[in-house]
């Protein structure tokens, strides 16, 4: 088996993840949980080995687009570990049954989390904002239902200007919304009353791997006593960190960051692009997760309830 027997349809999803067309660690791990039924539905597999092979190399090829959000894993695994039957039929629906059911469990999981994080904010409450997070669009969201006025300050978010996505949302809610450049967090911390950011994935010591640029807001939002609140559904804890791995932090290209004009301009200098970074917990006031907020240093408690010791179990209660 080879990546001839992969349904385009994994491949094209692939290759949205890797190119950013699908972004975000909740949208990435909904996107390979549909592709792994794309690929189960769509297969021609003569026998049970062979669709399972097939299985495993679509799930290879998704698993190789980014490297550093545990919601692509654990979805993964979560349809995976769901397949199971005698007959390539039996394979096949329950392949196709592990993934609606996981897509189900993800919206339901944001939903809930959206209304713990709500009850942190106030009527009138300015929240600032760093990327583009539909956990953190939950809580928002939820907290216009309730009827609160959200005043908004966004961070703009470079090289890939989330913030843009995030200002399009907030104002579809209703939120005003201010526009800044990164650099200039500092100086609007001081009008925030909470600072907002997702997660990619959560470390058994309440570690929080975030977008590029979170460590450092939450350094100045901690220096200005403006609480750092982190949503991230339990599907970003990563069940690895128990056993003592360390989370991969994706390098991106330079294009992101310098056109080829500029760079012929400049000369001869090294780019590096990291995407992504580490805020320690100490940093961080809460994480809200659907099963409710807690301090980052407890998260290893509610890791240990959901994956026992090992490192290998799914993401599941
Ligand atoms: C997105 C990012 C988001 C988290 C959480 O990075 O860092 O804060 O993925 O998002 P990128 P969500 O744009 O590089 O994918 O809450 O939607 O899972």
């Known amino acids: 088996m080879g990546d001839h027997d992969i349904h385009p349809s994994v491949t094209e999803i692939a290759e949205d993840i890797a190119e950013m067309e699908i972004r975000g660690a909740a949208t990435i791990a909904d996107a390979t949980a549909r592709a792994l039924a794309e690929q189960a539905a769509g297969s021609d597999a003569a026998t049970p080995e062979a669709f399972e092979s097939e299985l495993r190399d679509a799930a290879r090829r998704l698993l190789d687009t980014r490297p550093t959000a545990v919601s692509l894993p654990n979805s993964l695994r979560y349809v995976l570990q769901r397949t199971e039957g005698e007959t390539v039929e039996e394979l096949r629906e329950s392949a196709v049954a592990g993934a609606r059911e996981f897509r189900d469990r993800l919206d339901s999981a944001q939903t809930d989390l959206g209304s713990i994080g709500a009850n942190r904010l106030r009527d009138g409450d300015t ?3 760093h990327c583009h997070s539909t956990d ?11 009827g609160k006025s959200i005043d908004a300050i966004v961070k703009e978010t470079r090289p890939r200007r989330q913030g843009h996505i995030t200002a399009k949302q907030l104002r579809e809610l209703g939120v005003s919304v201010t526009l800044i450049v990164d650099g200039a967090a500092g100086r609007y911390l001081g009008d925030a009353d909470h600072v907002f ?4 994935s959560v470390t058994a010591d309440g570690s929080v791997v975030n977008k590029i640029g979170t460590r450092q807001l939450a350094v100045t939002a901690r220096e200005r006593d403006t609480p750092i609140v982190v949503a991230a559904q339990t599907l970003k804890l990563d ?17 992101e960051v310098l056109s080829e004009g500029d760079r012929a301009e400049i000369g001869d200098i090294t780019v590096e692009n990291p995407a992504f970074d580490v805020t320690p917990p100490r940093y ?11 301090p980052p240093e407890s998260i ?18």
Do not use: H, Y
Request: aromatic share 8%.
């Open 239 to 255: 069940p690895t960190t128990l056993t003592g791995q360390t989370v991969e932090i994706e390098m991106r290209e330079e294009s």
């Open 136 to 146: 953190v669009m939950a809580c928002i969201r939820a907290a216009r239902e309730q």
């Open 197 to 200: 950011v997702g997660a990619d």
């Open 300 to 317: 290893v408690f509610l890791m240990r309830e959901l994956f026992g010791e090992q490192a290998s179990q799914p993401w599941e209660e």
């Open 284 to 294: 961080v006031d809460a994480i809200v997760t659907e099963r409710g907020q807690f």
């Open 127 to 129: 929240v600032l904002f």
